[in-house]
Structure formats: structure tokens, C-alpha cells
T-cell receptor
Framework: DADVTQTPRNRITKTGKRIMLECSQT?????MYWYRQDPGLGLQLIYY???????NKGEISDGYSVSRQAQAKFSLSLESAIPNQTALYFC??????????????FGPGTRLTVL | QKEVEQNSGPLSVPEGAIASLNCTYS??????FFWYRQYSGKSPELIMS??SNGDKEDGRFTAQLNKASQYVSLLIRDSQPSDSATYLC????????????WGAGTKLIIKP
């Protein structure tokens, strides 16, 4: 079984709709992250969470919100989707006891298309 | 100037040769560096991490770090067609609340 899972894997929606992307992990990691990736670009951090009560904005949080329902679950919501939010979205986790490395492990991604 | 810069490529290398991927970073406070491999449409996969000056070897992969020159590289020996992917250079900025700074990646093509 995959350590980090994301649902749905693909989603097509219309402008103005609210959608939620979900992430679950069985790695036992404290830290979870949401990234988006646009074609030809590096990953951009949307939100990150170090534990259930610690949620932080990343570099591109506008238009997004998150919920950390449990240590293992971290959801990303688009309150009112717009076409330029069409991208590949990744959830990632890392271990607080990972020393200085902060190695992150990724889920399979959600391909989101906003029409 | 991007904080982590990579040549976008594509870099074409014959099968069996050494592939050399390079990366520069602008923040001298960066303390750790990672190389991720990403196949098209798939998630990034960690292949190497390095935090001290010098070389670190793992199988066919060698990561090199030169903090004075703010330069990181990845060497892939005996390149295989399965190594064809985009390679992402990533830095961890000291004091950044453990945020990673991602390069845009270099596309590597291994020609049989």
C-alpha cells in the first residue's frame, strides 16, 4: 500500500465551484505539505502543517484553504475555482526527527482542470 | 534571480555515459540540498541528499556540493534509458521554517 495517498487522482471542475483535495499518510510523519506544479515550473508551496494545530501559509496560499483533520490527514480546498488553478497538486510529508535533512515524501498527485 | 537555478535542458546523453546535472543557489544560508527525480506526470522521488562540502556517492549517483561557489551537482554513471526524467535541485534554507526551495528542473534524455 502507498504511504501517501491522494484523492481524487484526476478532477475536472468548472469556474466558481468549490472543491476539496484529500491527502492521507501512513508514514507516521508530523509534517504535511501541499504543493502545486505548473508545466515547466518547479513546485510551489501552498500550505504546510507541522501538527494538527500548526498550519502555515506558503508562497501561493491565496485562493486556497486547508484543514488538518488528524495527524494523518491534510485537505486542500479551492473555495471558488478559477482556470489558472489548473495544475498538478502534490501532497508531501516529512519527519520531525529527520535531522537537518527535512526529506519530503510525495503522494501520486492530483491533476486538476478548471474549465 | 531565482533562488535555485538549473538549466532546463533537455540534456541528451548516450546510454552508458556519465550524465552531469548542475545547480546553483543564491542564498548562502542554505544548509541542505536534495536531488529529486520526476518522471512525466508523476510525483518527485528523492534520490540524493547532501549537506556537507564534497562528494556523496550512492550506487550510480554522486552528489557534489561546493558551498563557497554555491554549486550543487549530480552525476549519474552508466546512464540508462530509465534515467530519462526531470531532475529537480532543492535547497533547504536555514531559518525558513524548514521550507524547501525548488529549482524548475533539468530534463535528461538518455539515448540508447
Amino acid at each position: 500500500d502507498a504511504d501517501v495517498t491522494q484523492t481524487p487522482r484526476n478532477r475536472i471542475t468548472k469556474t466558481g465551484k468549490r472543491i476539496m483535495l484529500e491527502c492521507s499518510q501512513t508514514k507516521g510523519h508530523d509534517r504535511m505539505y501541499w504543493y502545486r506544479q505548473d508545466p515547466g515550473l518547479g513546485l510551489q508551496l501552498i500550505y504546510y502543517s507541522f501538527d494538527v494545530k500548526d498550519i502555515n501559509k506558503g508562497e501561493i496560499s491565496d485562493g486556497y484553504s486547508v484543514s488538518r483533520q488528524a495527524q494523518a490527514k491534510f485537505s486542500l480546498s479551492l473555495e471558488s475555482a478559477i482556470p489558472n488553478q489548473t495544475a498538478l497538486y502534490f501532497c508531501a510529508t516529512s519527519d520531525r526527527t529527520g535531522g537537518t535533512y527535512n526529506e519530503q515524501f510525495f503522494g501520486p498527485g492530483t491533476r486538476l482542470t478548471v474549465l | 534571480q531565482k533562488e535555485v537555478e538549473q538549466n532546463s535542458g533537455p540534456l541528451s546523453v548516450p546510454e552508458g555515459a556519465i550524465a552531469s546535472l548542475n545547480c546553483t543557489y543564491s542564498d548562502r544560508g542554505s544548509q541542505s540540498f536534495f536531488w529529486y527525480r520526476q518522471y512525466s506526470g508523476k510525483s518527485p522521488e528523492l534520490i540524493m541528499s547532501i549537506y556537507s562540502n564534497g562528494d556523496k556517492e550512492d550506487g550510480r549517483f554522486t552528489a557534489q556540493l561546493n558551498k563557497a561557489s554555491q554549486y550543487v551537482s549530480l552525476l549519474i554513471r552508466d546512464s540508462q534509458p530509465s534515467d530519462s526524467a526531470t531532475y529537480l535541485c532543492v535547497s533547504l534554507r536555514k531559518g525558513s521554517n524548514y521550507q524547501l526551495i525548488w529549482g524548475a528542473g533539468t530534463k535528461l534524455i538518455i539515448k540508447p
